[in-house]
């Protein structure tokens, strides 16, 4: 069957559950599968646990999904530019599993190369360690983390070809290639779908094998979470 289909909804059919793990991509709201995001929102999935590097701001990005009330459980590293997540985890709706970013982006990476855990020094003797099995290597201590396989895994590239071939642009590369890998379920929306012949196989950064679905995304403007820049010189 094709890969590409006619829209995100279409793409998400079928494949989403109630309780289902879903790994998104992005950073901030640099390289969000946002067309996927609106797609999960209206496909009024409950339950959903969601590994992302963060969940997006008020009424942005992932933020729409804790809008609705459908996530039940997050895995994130950074959670700081969102006033409902924080509502919500210290009412006791929402489970927060904090992760270092480092260790998010390895444990990603991890389940998708087929990996159950690896033993890293990050977050020893902190409350990212406890309950975790330690063990000790040349002299340092070490944390068991676990890989990371998700149901299903939302990500955005700049190009793609009809076989699922990704290549992301610049800072949007961020953690979509990790996520990708880690679906058991890959969809793909891609600003730019080649009609014929396919991506340099020098340049793809996902290979097509991991990408099970893929959708053109709607044109859109660039969304920033704060803009920061130097005053602009006198002339």
Known sequence: MPKLRNSAVEALRDVIRDGAVVAVGGFGLSGNPSDLIEALRDSEARDLTIVSNNMG??????????????????LASYVGE?????????????????????????????????IAGFYTRTGVGTPVAEGKPHADFDGQTYVLER????????????????????????????????????????????????????????????????????VAARPRAKEIEQRTVRPRPAA
């Open 57 to 74: 701001v008020d009424g942005r990005g992932l933020g729409i999904l804790l809008e609705n009330r459908q996530v039940a459980k997050v």
């Open 82 to 114: 969102n006033k409902l997540f924080a509502s919500q985890y210290l009412d006791g709706t929402l489970e927060v599993e904090f992760v270092p970013q480092g260790t998010l982006a390895e444990r990603l990476r991890a389940g998708g190369a087929g």
């Open 147 to 214: 890989g990371i396989r998700a149901d299903v895994a939302l990500v955005h590239a700049y190009w793609a070809d009809a076989e699922g071939n990704l290549l992301y642009r610049h800072t949007a590369r961020n953690f979509n290639p990790v996520v990708a890998t880690s679906g058991r379920v890959t969809i793909a929306e891609a600003e730019e779908v080649l009609g014929t012949g396919f991506l340099d196989p020098d340049a793809v950064v996902t290979p097509g094998v991991y990408v099970q679905r893929l």
